[in-house]
Every structure is written in structure tokens, then in C-alpha cells.
């Protein structure tokens, strides 16, 4: 069977790659760790479980509108206005189905091909494949790891050209916890003002933020920003939600209109229930919020300090999202490995913990560790690596 074009060079995600390895070492009865997860280890807080049973015994069971309902999208608006006061109208706000379902529709009302997207490094998987999907060509600024993995104004007008369609910026950052300050935010908001490139602000990690570190959504910075700045949010990481599947895009009435309208042919609606329990989640009490918050936040401290000291390996501190992102090259050179992604597959064969490499990410020098996982289970992952490394120099 001939696939399509469009997904001949669509490479699966090194993510799920990892772990399914890992699960496979596991099922042959291996004891790894794996410390690969993308999603919070917490079960989702009872009163939004309980919500969404309730919503089913209320027969709310049906389709929905394909924007979402109407009583989430003003939940999502007041959440909008307590917490970033940015003021948003029903017409401006469709909920979809993960983040991730949103940043794919957006990429496919929004770019024709050949139209460019400029994606700083290191970045999430699943952006270049949403935009080469779409028929985009992604742009990569290299983050360099000296400027805490941050792009800055020069990097970006240098790589802007006619065809330059938007800007992602993800802040705090999948993989390195990163986030970009308000001054950052303002000087690259005002360049991409100038040339007319769309913002894609990605602030699924928001609530995720450590030290006295500060989140700023860049469309708060002023109405012209706002203007030119599509969010893309969702409660999975907030809330620990991940498989309810509920996310979201807030911004320029016509792009929003012109999603709806692409999900009114693909997806109908994201599921009702799970709609009904986003709703429990932004109207119900935020306390399991802030207790995830603060459990990441414990590990981050404690796993950083050790972290840093396994030979090879160096760290810049995260300021957010749940995972670490060192520089492992040193390691893999110390240890005898010509790449970081060997280095990764050794880790996982011999001392069988298993890391994300940092190659996915458009950073291969570097590799990713969630803390999403217990402290136990984290602290004898990295006590594996640094006998791994004491073994092999
Ligand atoms: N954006 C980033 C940076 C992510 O890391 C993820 C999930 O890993 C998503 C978006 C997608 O989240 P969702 O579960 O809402 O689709």
C-alpha cells in the first residue's frame, strides 16, 4: 500500500519510543525505571472524577457543540481573566482535544505550503510534525543552552523570511523547564509585531513554575500582542488530566472560527464527559493544583543537587514543567560513546534506566528526565547513573 506523502517522513515520537522500550525490558521481567513520562504520576483529583460521573447519570452524554460547551468556554474566559487579565469572548475560545489536538488544528487553518514556522531548539516533538503536516516547513533557532536554552531578538529577526508565517513559543519549556522573562517575551513580541508573524504561545505548563520564577503569557503585555497571539492551554499537565483529553486555543476570532469549523468535519466535539470534568477542574477548589506544584518542586531540588553531581553530566536548573534537561555529552565521551542516543540506549540496557535523548528534541547533546515519578524511584534511577558512570571510567 502507498501512504500519502504528507506522512512518508512522519517520525513517531522519541518519547513513545523510549517508553515502549522500556515497557518491553519491564514485560521480560527487568526492573527498570523509566523516567520518560510526559504526564503527571498524581490520579486526577476526585471532585473532577466525581464531576464527570455525575455528568453521565445527568445524561450529559451527547455531542456538544464543536467549540465545546458553552459553560467551559466561560470557565475557561474567567480562568483567562483571574489569572493573566486577558479579556477573550465565547468567539474567541475553542476547546479541543488536548493541546496538542489544538496546535494541530491551528497549524491547519493558518498555513499553506511552504509557509514557515519558526521553532526555537530545543523544542517539543510534536511541533515540526504538526507543521510539516499541515504542508509548513519548520524554521529551527537554535536556544543555546549558555542563554538557558532561550532564543533571543537577534537569533529570531535573523531567521525570519517572506514566507515566515508564526513564532512558537513555549514557555516554561518541554524539555528544559525554561521560561522566557517579560523583558524576553517583549523584545521578540515586538519583532514579530513588526513583521506580522503570528504568535503561537504554548503555556500548557503554566501552573508549573518553581523558585521565584514568574509565568507571563506574552499576549499579556500589550493589546496589540494580545491581538497577534493565539494560547494554547489545557488542564492536562495542570491538573493532571492527561487522558481526559482536554485543551484549548484562545485568540483571533476568524482563525478560532476557521478551527470550529475543521472540527466540526473531524473530531464533531472533544468528548462531554471529559468536558464536564474541565469544567469541576477550573470551578472547583485549585489546592490540588498548587500540592502538585509543590511535590514536583520538592524532587526538582532534591534530584537536581544529585543530578549534577554524576560525572559528565551538567544542568541548567529548571524553572518549570516537570522535567531536567542535562548536557550529557561530556558523560557520553567520559564513558566511551560516540553519541549521546548511544550513551541513552546503553543507560537503559545496562543500568536500566531509561531517559529520553535529547536528539528528539533538536538537542543531541543533551537528554530528558521527567521528575513525574516518586522521589524513591528517582533518587535509585540516579544513584544506576552515576555507578553506570563510575563503571565505565
Ligand atoms: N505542549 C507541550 C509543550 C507538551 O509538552 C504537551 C504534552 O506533552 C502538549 C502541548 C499537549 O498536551 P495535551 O495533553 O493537552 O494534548
Not at 511535590?295 to 554524576?310: D, P
Not at 531536567?324 to 543507560?347: K, S
Request: hydrophobic share 40%; with cysteine; aromatic share 8%.
Amino acid at each position: 500500500m502507498n501512504l500519502a506523502k504528507r506522512v512518508s517522513s512522519l517520525t513517531p515520537s522519541t518519547t513513545l519510543a523510549i517508553t515502549a522500550k522500556a515497557k518491553e525490558l519491564k514485560a521480560a521481567g527487568y526492573d527498570v525505571i523509566g523516567l520518560g513520562a510526559g504526564e503527571p504520576d498524581f490520579n486526577t483529583p476526585q471532585h473532577i472524577i466525581d464531576a464527570a460521573v455525575k455528568a453521565m447519570n445527568e445524561g450529559h452524554t451527547k455531542y456538544t457543540p464543536s467549540g465545546g460547551l458553552p459553560s467551559l468556554k466561560a470557565e475557561i474566559i474567567k480562568k483567562f481573566q483571574e489569572d493573566q487579565q486577558l479579556t477573550y469572548e465565547p468567539s474567541e475560545i475553542i476547546v479541543c482535544i488536548g493541546a496538542k489536538h489544538a496546535l494541530y488544528t491551528l497549524f491547519q487553518v493558518i498555513l499553506d505550503e511552504g509557509d514557515e514556522v519558526i521553532i526555537p531548539t530545543p523544542y517539543w516533538v510534536s511541533y515540526p510534525e504538526q507543521v510539516k503536516l499541515a504542508g509548513g516547513v519548520p524554521v529551527y533557532v537554535e536556544g543555546r543552552e549558555e542563554n538557558e536554552f532561550k532564543i533571543t531578538p537577534e537569533q529570531l529577526k535573523a531567521a525570519i523570511t517572506e514566507r515566515t508565517k508564526a513564532l512558537i513559543v513555549n514557555s516554561p519549556s518541554n524539555p528544559t523547564g525554561m521560561i522566557y522573562t517579560e523583558e524576553e517575551l517583549k523584545a521578540l513580541g515586538d519583532i514579530c509585531l513588526q513583521h506580522d508573524i503570528l504568535i503561537i504561545s504554548d503555556e500548557i505548563y503554566e501552573k508549573l513554575i518553581y523558585g521565584n520564577h514568574r509565568h507571563v503569557s506574552i499576549a499579556q503585555l500589550s493589546s496589540e500582542l494580545k491581538a497577534q497571539t493565539i494560547i494554547i492551554n489545557g488542564v492536562s499537565k495542570s491538573h493532571s488530566m492527561t487522558g481526559w483529553r482536554i485543551g484549548y486555543a484562545a485568540g483571533n476570532k476568524e482563525i478560532i472560527r476557521a478551527m470550529t469549523d475543521l472540527a466540526s468535519h473531524s473530531t464533531s466535539n472533544p468528548t462531554s464527559i471529559a468536558q464536564y470534568a474541565a469544567i469541576a477542574a477550573y470551578s472547583g477548589p485549585q489546592e490540588p493544583v498548587e500540592e502538585m506544584r509543590q511535590a514536583f518542586e520538592g524532587r526538582l531540588n532534591i534530584i537536581y543537587e544529585k543530578l549534577i553531581r554524576i560525572p559528565g553530566f551538567t544542568c541548567v536548573k529548571p524553572q518549570g514543567a516537570f522535567y531536567l534537561f542535562p548536557n550529557a555529552r561530556e558523560a557520553a565521551n567520559m564513558a566511551g560513546y560516540h553519541t549521546v542516543d548511544e550513551f541513552v540506549e546503553a543507560l537503559l540496557e545496562e543500568a536500566k534506566v531509561a531517559l529520553v535523548p535529547g536528539s528528539g528534541f533538536g538537542a543531541p547533546d543533551n537528554v530528558r528526565l521527567s521528575y513525574a515519578t516518586s522521589l524513591e524511584l528517582l533518587e535509585e534511577a540516579v544513584e544506576r547513573m552515576k555507578q553506570f558512570m563510575e563503571q565505565k571510567i
